[in-house]
């Protein structure tokens, strides 16, 4: 029997932070691409068992981490450790609260990290499905100087805006699960105003095939989920 996934409730998000991205559009395409795609037994087309390490990357408020946590105590076949980390320790602290209000109270792993500097290498080799909503934009100029406040790391990707998840992606390879049967699947956010090509060339490049999987227009932009898995050898 497949249960109906989209019946189950999403997270309860009441804490937020100045400076910590509130869910939005992006985050909703990801988690209505997770309601229509995960079953009883299947993860996107692939085994639910299977899937035994799982990362949200750049958490924020922990909204995707806690949505699959939740589900997870549905599901039967679906039982993976779930680790979520962000660059700023305010939305470390953001996600742990809101952990607690819907009863997954340390259940996840937080990791304060610069993408995965401080993972532990224990890590390595591990990870089954890693979601990345990254910060996917431009970064601005004001009088020919560049500012960064705590908040630009929820949407400044860098000077052409795709320097974050090019970053990810270089750093990405050694902590996916290697085996070649294991599911290795990275789901990441990107936007019609960031030249597409430009990084599908350099994902190839890291050995990466990518596809769109689901996309929604919003004002000026579409906000594309894509999905990417390792080249065979
Ligand atoms: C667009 S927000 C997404 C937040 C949340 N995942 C969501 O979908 O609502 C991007 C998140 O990535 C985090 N971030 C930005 N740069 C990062 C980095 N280098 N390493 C880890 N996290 C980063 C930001 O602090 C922010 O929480």
Redesign the pocket.
């Known amino acids: 029997m497949n249960f109906k996934i989209t019946t189950f409730d999403e997270p309860t998000i009441n804490f937020r932070s100045e ?6 559009d ?2 909703f395409l ?1 988690i209505d691409y997770f309601k229509k795609t995960i079953r009883d037994s299947s993860f996107d087309g692939y085994s639910l068992k299977k899937v035994r390490y799982l990362l ?9 981490a806690i949505y699959l946590k939740l589900l997870a105590n549905k599901l039967i076949n679906f039982n993976p450790k779930i680790y979520a ?4 320790k305010e ?1 470390i602290n953001c996600a742990k609260k809101n952990e607690k209000l819907n009863n997954t109270k340390g259940k996840i792993h937080f990791i304060h ?3 995965f500097h401080s993972f532990p290498d224990k890590l390595q080799n591990k990870f089954n499905i890693i ?6 934009l431009p970064a601005l100029e004001e009088n020919g100087k560049k500012f960064f406040s ?1 908040l630009d ?3 400044s990707g860098g000077e052409m805006g795709y320097e ?1 998840l090019i ?2 992606f270089n750093e990405v390879l050694k902590f996916l699960n290697p085996a070649p049967n294991a599911v290795a699947l990275i789901y990441y ?1 990107t936007s019609s105003r960031v030249e597409k090509e430009s990084i599908t060339e350099k994902l190839n490049y890291l050995g990466f095939q990518t596809e769109e999987v689901a996309k929604t227009h919003i004002f000026f932009e579409d906000i594309i989920l894509n999905r990417a898995t390792r080249n065979s050898l």
């Open positions: 400076n910590v991205y509130s869910p939005s992006d985050t990801l949200d990357m750049g958490t924020g408020t922990g909204i995707i980390s962000d660059i700023l939305a990290s610069n993408l979601i990345f909503n990254p910060p996917y705590d790391h929820s949407w974050t970053e990810f956010i």
